[in-house]
């Protein structure tokens, strides 16, 4: 299989390569097809491990700041394949580097390794099923990244021994991205000072990358804490100052003010304190808010905004107010001559060839979950530029934005999901530890490790990067983040949540030693295609 695979791909490649007249050079620079359907195979050797990384750290299920199993295992994998690992970077406990290599251009790999709270889902399952009712769980499907990143890597490492090529691999993880809140502090100390390029993943249905500005938001994350006085809510309500009444007038307030910011903007929040009993006037209220735009100015105009509503309702209810930044992300902006380069490899590598019961299991959870029925893509999507995409008021936000605007990156989205399937909900766990996800790992692993032989084997793919991120992303906007010396990263976010619920999750964490994959662990059928009973 390995060696029928081998001569396909590098086939494959070679007609690619064939498409440009003679004496015309190709869009981009790249490496040799052999190298790169080397390093192909050495992924398809990987397959069983790429499945247990998978289904490790879907069962272990933690959210922002507390991936504390998760960052434990992928740096003892990282350690034992002979990377130099340096954990508890930035200040945050679960983020690590782990370094290889010697010379050559340095290019870092990450992904993201947190889930979600309160999507616990039971994998293989097509329809909502908690595995621990109110826990976290990987409904964003983060637990397939950095196992595409480990499994790249450790290929590329191999194929670079092998032939003597120099270079350096650097991988990271995106520790809590969920809470948007730790990538603007890799930046701020000094992680991709000295990088060339990046590579970062993240799960999709679709295979595909993109460049130029990429259509999403930045955002900053804002507690605002108001502070009043004690009082008897019956017998003397006349002596407190209620810091909850200052919470919801500032809730009131921004809603009001929402309908004349532009359509561009998102903004949205919880209350994450609001008072002891009802009779005690709350001397404490906290409320906590995402603010997004589109530009490095309209972000801090926003946040500016939030600002002064929160001193108008402190004013309003006689109270005082505090407020702590929890997170920011930057706008992303993707690097075209590294999107050009890995797209040429996602076509190479092409989408993973689905069966039958992988066809039938993603109909059944699309059946059941009420979403729009559409079968596992067999074709890659198109290359996202900013004359195909579509116009966008705004949207979503994701951090690798701050490392972006750091050094010439791209993200590949690659195919491990349902299609239609809800964001940060039970429904995209759903196939995140079954064979949907591994195969789409697998695929993904190999596009970023060819991408990494065409950075480390061709200067000039390098050169092209860094002009372009030069002279065209640094031209459009400044790199501002709305984050102050005192800011520090909020690493106590959650922690109540797993001190909660880790104790019941323990008893679903998968055991490799014992089980071929999670699925026979849990005794599920793949595929499952019977709906819930009634």
């Known amino acids: ?69 998760t960052s434990e295992y992928l740096t003892g994998i990282l350690a034992k394949n002979g990377f130099t690992v340096t954990k508890g970077v930035a200040g945050i406990p679960t983020a690590f580097t782990a370094t290889w290599g010697k010379g050559g251009p340095k290019i870092a790999l990450g992904s993201d390794i947190d889930d979600v709270l309160g999507v616990s889902q039971m994998p293989g399952v097509p329809y909502l099923k908690p595995m621990v009712e109110g826990a976290p769980g990987h409904g964003e499907g983060h637990n397939s990244g950095m196992p595409l990143m480990v499994a790249a890597a450790i290929a590329t490492k191999k194929v670079m021994q092998k032939h003597g090529l120099e270079g350096r691999l650097m991988l990271w993880p995106g520790v809590a991205e969920e809470l948007l809140a730790t990538k603007a502090y890799y930046v701020r100390a000094g992680l991709f000072k000295d990088v060339d390029a990046s590579i970062f993943t993240h799960v999709s249905s679709d295979f595909s990358t993109g460049y130029g500005e990429m259509g999403n938001n930045g955002m900053v994350s804002v507690e605002y804490t108001f502070h009043g006085k004690t009082a008897h809510s019956a017998g003397m309500p006349w002596e407190g100052r209620s810091a909850l009444d200052a919470v919801e007038i500032m809730d009131v307030a921004w809603n009001f003010r929402r309908e004349h910011l532009p359509l561009t903007q998102r903004s949205h929040m919880i209350i994450t304190n609001g008072g002891g009993q009802p009779n005690v006037v709350p001397d404490k209220a906290s409320i906590w808010y995402y603010f ?53 490899n996602i076509k190479a590598v092409g989408m993973p060839k689905w069966s039958a019961e992988d066809q039938a299991f993603a109909k059944a959870a699309q059946t059941y979950n009420e979403r729009k029925i559409e079968p596992l893509k067999d074709t890659v999507t198109e290359l996202s530029t900013p004359e195909s995409r579509k116009p966008s008021t705004g949207g979503g936000s994701d951090d690798i934005g701050d490392i972006m605007w750091a050094v010439p990156t791209i993200t590949i989205r690659f195919p491990s999901n349902i299609p239609n399937m809800i964001g940060h909900n039970s429904t995209s766990a759903i196939a995140m530890a079954t064979p949907i996800a591994h195969k789409g790992v697998e695929a993904g692993a190999k596009a970023v490790a060819m991408t990494v032989l065409d950075l480390i084997t061709t200067p ?34 959650n922690e109540r949540n797993m001190q909660l619920y880790r104790p019941q999750m323990e008893k679903y964490y998968y055991n490799p030693a014992k089980y071929p994959t999670y ?10 295609l019977e709906g819930p009973s009634k």
């Not at 491990?49 to 199993?69: C, H, K, L, N, T």
């Not at 092209?464 to 106590?492: G, N, S």
Request: charged share 20%; aromatic share 8%.
């Open 1 to 69: 299989m390995k060696s029928l695979t081998r001569v396909t791909l590098a086939a494959a490649l070679a007609s690619a390569a064939l498409v440009c007249p003679p004496g015309i050079a190709p869009a981009h620079a790249e490496a040799p097809p052999a190298l790169k359907a080397e390093v192909a195979a050495e992924v398809e050797a990987q397959r069983k491990q790429i499945q247990v990384m998978v289904d490790q750290i879907f069962s272990y299920a933690e959210p922002g700041f507390q991936e504390v199993r």
């Open 292 to 344: 997004r735009e589109r530009t490095f100015s309209d972000i801090r105009k926003l946040y500016e905004t939030g600002n002064d509503i929160a001193k108008a309702a402190a004013l309003a209810t006689g109270t005082t107010m505090t407020q702590q930044t929890l997170g920011y992300a930057a706008p992303n902006f993707g690097n075209k001559p590294l999107a050009e380069a890995a797209y040429a």
């Open 460 to 493: 000039k793919l390098i050169a092209e990067a860094k002009a372009y991120f030069t002279d065209v992303q640094l031209k459009t906007d400044t790199y501002a983040p709305v984050l102050t010396d005192k800011d520090v990263p909020a690493i106590w976010l």
């Open 519 to 528: 699925l026979d662990q849990l005794g599920i059928k793949y595929p499952m």
